[in-house]
């Protein structure tokens, strides 16, 4: 329990616009407990409120926090009532039946004589819109995606609507340029059992950018054609791409695990067109803080921690701080010397051949290269 309070109460900060916040009411949003404490005080909600209730509704059910219940006419007030007196910050909406029907999450329920039947039900916002049969996907993506859709409309619905389901299939992928002949072989596929149609396998997947054609070619090569290896596309265009702005930004000097340059000022009336390039894993401002303590006493040391001190010491220049700049940010640095020929290698390209990189390694990097 003191794990869970500390998980609720420490979880809901959060940073929007360089200002942090705490979240006052419920539980903190995004964290992996959250749902199950959720479903947790939902039953406990459930148990008290039929525990008072005078009369017992005929079912009274839940799916997360979208309760569905049947109860006599003139008790559905007080029902409502009793479930909102449980706490005053979870409070339930009414939907009353019209004509007898009424949506429920996926699902429009339909009360026939005695029985109740499902179908599928889409919001009246929904805009019908899967991947374009054209889109340049892998094609295996957009059948699935329409399979998926057919499965669902399909086995959300009794089949007594199956007729009436399978005319809006049609509709809907058609308006999604969708042949009419792969309609009806994906329709007749849908109604088999699932398992009929993926035997279990182990596969062992590798997942590759998509390009359209190419991958095609190279999912049927000998290198990827094994028995068990499998190749997934993944898109490279998604929307997560494009709409990932929503966190706040972190500082340069705030970033850790960076590849960094510092060049060199020179001194009075000389100019210098050395840089540093260092690598740390601690916050950049850290690691400057530290080159700019070590360089204080570079004059009195013989022993120089860096290549930038010993540079300094003999010369006399002075670096230039204030124009550190990150060439490389990787999450985990492996190795540090394969990391720095990698900067070398692009910044030599890019940059006048002239300028002349320091090392903490000259030696080892020679070799290497
Ligand atoms: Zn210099």
């Known amino acids: 329990m003191e794990i869970l309070k500390f998980c609720i109460q420490e979880g809901r900060y959060f940073k929007f616009k360089d200002t942090i916040y705490t979240q006052l009411k419920g539980m903190p949003i995004g964290a992996p407990t959250s749902p199950i404490i959720a ?4 039953e406990k909600l459930l148990d008290n409120s039929i525990e008072k209730l005078r009369y017992k509704p005929r079912l009274l059910t839940k799916y997360v926090d979208d309760l569905f219940a049947i109860v006599r006419e003139n008790q559905v007030q007080n029902t409502l009532d009793t479930l909102n007196n449980f706490d005053k910050s979870i409070q339930f909406t009414l939907e ?33 819109r899967i991947i374009n049969f054209n889109s340049k996907h892998p094609k295996s993506m957009i059948i699935n995606t ?6 669902r409309m399909l086995h959300t619905s009794d089949e007594v609507y199956h007729d009436q389901i ?30 009929i149609q993926n035997p279990e396998k182990h596969f062992i997947f590798k997942s590759l950018a998509y390009v ?30 494009i709409f990932n702005k929503t966190k706040s930004n972190i500082s340069n000097m705030d ?10 000022k020179g001194n009075v009336g000389e100019t210098c067109n050395n840089i540093y390039v260092g690598t740390t894993k601690s ?7 530290q080159h ?29 701080f204030d124009d550190t700049k990150i060439l490389h940010k990787n999450n985990t640095i492996i190795n540090d010397l394969l990391l720095k020929c990698y900067i070398l290698s692009k910044y030599r390209q890019r940059y006048d051949s002239t300028i002349r990189v320091m090392w903490t390694i000259p030696l080892i990097f020679t070799n290497t290269c």
């Open 39 to 42: 479903d947790i005080i939902m």
């Open 166 to 195: 399978k005319k809006e299939i049609f509709t809907i992928l058609r308006n999604n340029d969708f042949p009419k002949y792969t309609i009806k072989k994906l329709i007749k596929k849908a109604k088999l059992p699932k398992n």
């Open 292 to 320: 700019k303590s070590d360089l204080k006493q570079c004059h009195q040391l013989n022993n120089h921690k860096t290549a930038l001190m010993s540079h300094c010491a003999t010369s006399g220049h002075i670096p230039n």
């Open 283 to 289: 916050k950049l401002k850290t690691r400057l803080s």
């Open 96 to 128: 009353i039946k019209i004509d007898g029907t009424l949506a429920y999450l996926d699902s429009e329920i339909n009360r026939r004589g005695n029985q109740l039947k499902l179908k599928w039900y889409k919001k009246p916002t929904a805009s019908g």
């Open 255 to 264: 970033k850790s695990n960076v590849v960094y340059k510092i060049p060199c």
């Open 146 to 151: 329409a399979m998926g859709c057919i499965r």
């Open 212 to 241: 359209p054609q190419l991958s095609e070619r190279l999912a049927k090569s000998d290198c990827y054609n094994k028995e068990n290896v499998k190749i997934a596309h993944k898109p490279s265009n998604t929307l997560k791409s």
